[in-house]
C-alpha cells in the first residue's frame, strides 16, 4: 500500500516537471550542404540538452579519477583535436595507439573513429569512457558519479523534465552537443557562397585540389566517409590493422577512414598515427607513392606536385580554417 | 498551473488503478529456470560437465527478445518492444510478464536470444537496452547478446577463467539466434527450462575459453546455445 503512493507521488512530480518547457534547437543545415545522416526525430534538440552535453564535454567526471574529460584530447582551438601528441594520451599519462580524430559536422558522419568501428554518433562517447588508456571508467560508474552532483541533477532536469540520470540520457545529451559543432564559416565557403574571393594562389591550389585530392575529400564535407589505404608504411611499433580489425575482411587491410579536411591548418599531426608534424610533410606523402602496392584506383599515379604547387595547395588548404567555429563561445569551456 | 496538476493527479490515479488491475487479470508469465542439468543452477557452486570440465559460473546474462506466441487457433501475439535482459543475479528478470488476455491454448512460443541487427544500429536506447547493463561493446559498436563467465581447472588461463562474450549483427557473423518451444497446448505460465550444462558439453574448455569478438567462434557458441531452451518437463 505505501509503494502504491510512492509510485503516485512520483508520477505526480514528473508531471509537475513536464509542465515545465524546454527550448528548442533548430538545425541549421548550411546551404547546398547534403542532408544530414543523424535522425533528430529520436533526440530532438533543445538548448537544455545542448548546455547539458555542452557541460558533459568538459568535465573531467567521465573518468575513473575525474582527471580527463572529452576536452582533453578534443580541444576547440584545434579543431576539436588534440594538437601536438601524434598518439594521444589518457589517464595516468598512458598513450594510446592512434591520433584523436577532430570533431566537425559529425551530423553528417556515418561511421566513427579511424576504423569506422561505431556505427551511431550516440554509443560513440562509450568507446573513450571505457577504454583503459583513455578514461578507463563505466557508463554505469558515471551515472552514479552524477547522481550525487547538485548541478547535474539541476541540468538533466533542465533538459528533461525530470532528475532522473540514466546512460542513454547522458549519450543522447553529449550527442546533442556534437551534432552542434557545425564548421562551414571558412574563406572556402565564403567564396562559394560569392561573399569573399580567392587570391591567386588559392586560386590555383584550388584547381590542384579539384585535380589531385578532391575524389576521397569531396565538397562539402571534406571527406568520402570511406576507408582508404593511403599508402603510408606500417608502424611496426603499433601494428595497427586499420578497419580490417572490425570487418575481418583482408580487402580492409591498413584502410583507415578518410577525414575531414576542414580545418585542416589546425588539426596537426595529421594521419590516424599522427606520423607528420606539416602539411608540407603530407603532401610529399602523396607525391611519393609509385612504389606503394595495394593503393586504390585514386592514387596509383603519385600527384607529382612541384615546389610552387605544393605552396600553392597549402595555401587553398588554408582557405578551410573557420574561425567563426574554432572561437564560438558556445562551444568553449562552459562558465557559470 | 494548481488546477492543471489536480487533473492530473486524478488522471493517474484512476490510470494507475485500471492498469494494475488489468495487470493480475491478464497476465501471463514466462517462467525461466536456470539449471545445469537436473541442479538448479548456483552462481560459484562446483558442477561437472559431460565432457568431465570442473567448472563453475560466475555471470551468466542474455537478452531475451522478440517473444512472439501463436495460439492454437492460429492466432499470434507479438510483444512490442520486447526486449529482455535475463541475468542470473536479478531473479526479477527470470519472469516475463506478457499482458494479453489468454483463455486460448498456446500452441508455439518463439523467442530470439540476443538483439537484431536494426536494433543494434539505433544509437543510445533505454531501460534493458540502456549501455549500462554492461551488455554493449565499446570498441565496435553491437550488443554482447550473451556473457557467460566462470572457471574451471581445465582452463589455462590467468586463474583458470573462462570468459564468453557473444555477439555481432553484421553478417556473415550474425549471433542472433531463434528459438521456437511448442508447450503442447497449455493455457497457464510457460516454464522454459535453460540448461547451461547442454552448452558445456559441446565446449572443450581446455581448448575454447575465451571469445570477446564476433566472429566463427562466436557463431558457434550461438548455434549451441538455442539447445539450452526447454519447456519444463514435469
Redesign the interface.
Known sequence: MKS?YI??FG??VS??FA?KETNPIYFKRPKSWPKPHYDFS??PLTEEGFQLGRNLFYDPILSRDNTISCASCHLQATGFTHVDHSLSHGIDGKIGTRNSMALMNLAWSKSFMWDG???????QP??P???PVEMDE???HV?KKLQKSDKYQRLFENAYGDSKI???RI??AL?QFELLLISSNSKYDKVIRKEAIFTDQEQKGYHLFKTNCVSCHNEPLFTSEKFENNGLATDTTINDLGRMK???KKEDYLRFKVPTLRNIQFTFPYMHDGRFKTLTEVIKHYNSTENVRNLPKELAKPMNLSDNDRVDLVAFLKTLTDNEFLFDKRFSFPKE | MIKKISICFIFSILFFQVTVAQKEKDSLIIDLHLKFGKQDLKLDEKYVSERKDTLQIEVFKFYLSNISIQYVDKSIYNQRDSYHLIDIENQNSLQIPINKMNKRAIEKISFTIGIDSLTSVSGALQGDLDPTKGMYWAWQSGYINMKIEGKSSSCNTRENEFQFHIGGYLKPHYSMRTVILEPRAITSNIAIDVDIATLFSELALSKTNSIMIPGKQAMEIADFSVKMFQIESK
Do not use: P, R, S
Open positions: 502504491k509510485v503516485l508520477i505526480l508531471l509537475a509542465i529520436k533526440n568501428g561505431i556505427n551511431h554518433l550516440e554509443v562509450l568507446n569512457i571505457t577504454n563505466t557508463l554505469e551515472v540514466t546512460g542513454q549519450l543522447k550527442t572490425i570487418t575481418d
